[in-house]
């Protein structure tokens, strides 16, 4: 039997709920999407308390371009909001931040912002902050694809390792724990590549409620797991 390293090393969470929460309250689903916005730098605290050293929050998917587009224009601009209030104290609190996904879709003064945010940050040794953000896990191997072949590597030289180097990835482990708030059971095209052998954890906390009391049922839930990764689990 495998045991499980605990705590986990790499956290991710799909950060689902945000409009059911407002919808319930009578407010509009912006609302929601700020109060989730809100509780992120919380549930970062949570985590670095318990040692987790990355975690990755879904905030963006490829597929969200598809909404109306006063909800795209308003979670745009509530990142380009996160990032002007919380850059400085992640950065206090030695916190790195790494984006994941395209930033050739996103307005200009965001991208900017997003890559001021990650060098200013990329020499803190504490909890990585991976922020999926304009991210398709599908999207995201299709590119790793193209590099592979613009970068010439013949095809019997690609082998796993090879093409994890070709993700936006390269030095992050892949996640031992991915946690779904909300309610719903499935992974919605997130890290479809890294999540291959990782403990999925569903909730119907709705992420804007989700605090240190459903961190702890989650991590308690990931210690009492038996990792194994294919191999026969022995007596």
Not at 9 to 29: E, S
Not at 103 to 110: G, I, N, S, V
Not at 136 to 141: S, Y
Not at 169 to 178: G, H, S
Request: net charge positive.
């Amino acid at each position: 039997m495998t045991q499980t390293s605990y705590p986990p090393q790499h956290v991710a969470i799909i950060m689902d709920g945000n409009g059911r929460w407002a919808r319930k309250r009578g407010l509009p689903r912006l609302a929601g999407h700020n109060a989730g916005g809100d509780n992120i730098r919380p549930v970062v605290k949570i985590f670095a308390d318990y040692r987790v050293k990355y975690l990755t929050l879904y905030m963006f998917s490829t597929e969200n371009w598809n909404r109306p587009r006063i909800e795209v224009a308003g979670l745009l601009s509530l990142l380009a909001k996160k990032i002007d209030q919380e850059t400085q104290a992640f950065h206090r609190e030695n916190v790195r931040l790494v984006h994941l996904g395209r930033l050739d879709r996103l307005p200009q003064k965001l991208r900017e912002k997003v890559k001021a945010a990650v060098e200013l940050t990329k020499d803190n040794t504490g909890l990585t902050l991976c922020l999926a953000f304009d991210y398709g896990g599908r999207d995201e191997i299709a590119q790793a694809a193209r590099r592979i072949a613009d970068a010439g590597i013949p095809g019997d030289k690609i082998d796993e390792s090879v093409f994890a180097r070709y993700l936006y990835t390269p030095d992050i482990p892949d996640p031992d724990l991915l946690i779904r708030t909300g309610g719903e059971s499935r992974l919605s095209n997130f890290l479809l590549w890294q999540a291959a052998y990782s403990e999925l954890y569903f909730t119907p906390v709705l992420w804007p409620d989700f605090g240190r009391k459903d961190v702890e049922e989650a991590l308690a839930e990931y210690k009492r797991r038996q990792r194994r990764f294919g191999r026969i689990q022995s007596s």
